[in-house]
C-alpha cells in the first residue's frame, strides 16, 4: 500500500514537472488552458494533482479568462478548489496588471491606441460595471500615472468634468487619456459616450490639458475616439 501511494506521488510530481519544463523552454504555446489552470493551482497546491480540478474550473467557467476574472467565492464552489490553492489563480493576474502598468509609467503612449489596450484589457474589460479611468500624461506625453474616477453605469450624469479636472491638476498633468469599458462586449459608443467626450474635452482645454484619447473597452475589441477622428472634430469647436 505504502509503495502504491509513493508511486502515485511520484508520477503526479513528474507530470508536474513535465508542466512546468514545457513552460520553461517554451512558454504557454501548446498548452491547453486547463493545463495553464493546473500550473497556476501548483503554485497553493505542493503536493496533489491539481489536473481535475482544473478541468471542472474550465468546464465550469467556460473560458480561462472567466476563470482568472471569477471571484473566490465562486472558485472554491468547484471540486479541489480551496481557499488556499486559489492563491495561484488570484496571484498572477494581479502581478500581470502592475507589470503592465509599471512598463506603462513613462512611456510616449498617446500615438499607440493598441498599447493603450493591452494595457486597459487587462484591467478593465471583463468588469461587470462599468469603470471610467483617466491616465495622465506629462508635457512630453509620458504616462505619469492612471485612476479610475467613476464605476457604475457611465452617463453624463455621473462622469463629472470638474472632477476630472481637478484630477488632473493634482497629478500635474499636461494631457489625459479617457477610457471606459463596455460591459455588454460591444465597444461601439453611446450617444451619452459621445456627450461624456465633448464635456470633458472642453472643461480640460479652458484649464490648458489636452484630450489626446478616449477609449472604449469591450471584449470584442476597442473603439478609438482619436483613430475615428473625433478628437479633432471636438478640438475644431474650441477654436
Known amino acids: 500500500m505504502v509503495d502504491k501511494k509513493k508511486k502515485a506521488l511520484h508520477k503526479g510530481a513528474g507530470h508536474r514537472k513535465r508542466l512546468r519544463d514545457r513552460f520553461l523552454s517554451a512558454g504557454l504555446d501548446g498548452f491547453h488552458d486547463y493545463e495553464i489552470i493546473e500550473l497556476l493551482l501548483t503554485i497553493g497546491t505542493p ?22 476574472d471569477a471571484e473566490p467565492a465562486e472558485l472554491i464552489k468547484v471540486p479541489g478548489i480551496g481557499p488556499t490553492n486559489l492563491f ?51 508635457a512630453k506625453n509620458r504616462v505619469i500615472g492612471d485612476e479610475t474616477l467613476f464605476t457604475g453605469t457611465v452617463t453624463a450624469s455621473v462622469v463629472y468634468p470638474r472632477e476630472v479636472v481637478k484630477s488632473a491638476l493634482a497629478h500635474a498633468a499636461a494631457a489625459v487619456i479617457f477610457a471606459h469599458n463596455h460591459p455588454s462586449g460591444d465597444p461601439v459608443p453611446s450617444p ?48
Not at 503536493?47 to 482568472?68: E, G, P, Y
Not at 488570484?90 to 491606441?113: D, N
Not at 479652458?206 to 473603439?223: D, F, R, S
Open 47 to 68: 503536493r496533489k494533482d491539481c489536473k481535475d480540478a482544473a478541468k471542472s474550473a474550465l468546464q465550469q467557467f467556460k473560458t480561462l479568462q472567466n476563470v482568472l
Open 88 to 138: 495561484g489563480l488570484k496571484l498572477v493576474p494581479a502581478v500581470s496588471k502592475r507589470y503592465l502598468r509599471q512598463k506603462m509609467i513613462g512611456k510616449k503612449l498617446v500615438t499607440k491606441s493598441s498599447e493603450l489596450f493591452d494595457y486597459l484589457n487587462q484591467t478593465i474589460r471583463d468588469k461587470k460595471i462599468e469603470a471610467f479611468v483617466a491616465i495622465y500624461l506629462d
Open 192 to 239: 451619452d459616450d459621445l456627450a461624456i467626450t465633448e464635456k470633458l474635452v472642453q472643461a480640460c482645454h479652458l484649464m490648458g490639458i489636452t484630450v489626446h484619447e478616449h477609449l472604449i473597452i469591450g471584449t470584442e475589441g476597442y473603439y478609438s475616439f482619436a483613430d475615428q477622428g473625433h478628437m479633432n472634430q471636438i478640438r475644431s469647436k474650441l477654436k
